[in-house]
């Protein structure tokens, strides 16, 4: 398949691997090595850091096929399940709106953060996010975690009005707000985002 080209030339390249399916590979100035990843309703995506081909990347992709296949049908079983909660328990979105921005004014007045405004979104790609002047967001689906999960979410974004950045300061903010900051970072690592699109987890 051809290469797609973004503004800084060859960014991205789709290549199909009999048993796994479509697979991107995309460019990464951040990657220091071949990194593979399968996520529910997202697939396989390889990052290929500078001065490695597409060629040599789809190689290891094709030498970890046992493991590729292992992960893609965890992803799917996880897509399944998360179809069939969309299904069976559907969000009530205005209650589940309440809660959260309910849960972040107590929050932040118990522990004296000051954010400016809340926005509720159902995210693709994050559970939450800080902008630079303080305007919070906090994905809808947060409703459906465990509640020191939820919690988790929103302490993370209101240290983010203090520290914009994951220093080792702001870790340990967190983990006197939370006990185990990157415990529960890892625990919410294991939910997916609940809804087909395509997407990345994320907290940021
Ligand atoms: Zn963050």
Known sequence: MLPQSGKHGVKLKKVRISGVGEVKLERSSRARHICLTVRPFAGVRIAVPRGVSYRSAEQVARAKLPWLKKQLAKA???????????????????????????????????????????????QKTRWGSCSANNNISLNLQLIRLPAELMDYVIFHELVHTRIKNHSQAFWEQLNQLVGEAKALDRKLNEYPLLQPADRAREAD
């Open 76 to 122: 799917a079983s996880m897509e399944r399940m998360a179809l069939e909660l969309e299904k069976t328990h559907p969000i009530d979105s205005r209650n589940a709106r309440k809660l959260l921005v309910v849960r972040l004014q107590e929050l932040s007045r118990k522990y004296g953060f000051a954010y400016n405004r809340v926005f509720i979104r159902n």
